[in-house]
């Protein structure tokens, strides 16, 4: 049972930035593939990122591509989402879990909301 606890949102205009966080206890991150997911209002939540164990390769979708940025500090057990030159579209609840997901999984965080203003 893997519980993500992720922080950093909150509302910015249109071009600005942000900075999210993943953290996690009793478990280390450590050989882990994880993403982040956004859920829009109405719509699905769909992955946005999915970085490799090592931090490299790191998969994009294309509306993030270019924009966002994913990291990780394993020694301090978090991963990062930079996010850059944000829309009002990037508007959602951002959550991070392991990557590709299973279609078992429900072990959702708490995820932290974005709201991006035009």
């Known amino acids: 049972h893997l519980q993500f606890v992720e922080s950093g949102g909150g509302l910015v205009q249109s071009g600005e930035s942000l900075r999210l966080s993943c953290g996690a206890s009793?478990?280390?991150?450590?050989?882990?593939?994880l993403g982040w997911f956004r859920q829009a209002p109405g719509k699905e939540r769909d992955g946005i990122s999915c970085q490799a164990s090592t931090g490299d390769p790191t998969w994009y979708s294309e509306s993030v591509k270019g924009r966002f940025t994913t990291s990780r500090n394993t020694a301090e057990n978090t991963m990062f989402l930079q996010m850059t030159s944000l829309k009002p579209e990037d508007t959602g609840v951002y959550y991070c879990?392991?990557?590709?997901?299973?279609?078992?999984?429900?072990?959702w965080g708490q995820g932290t909301q974005v709201t991006v203003s035009s």
């Open positions: 009793g478990f280390t991150f450590r050989g882990l593939t």
């Open positions: 879990a392991p990557c590709p997901l299973d279609s078992t999984y429900n072990d």
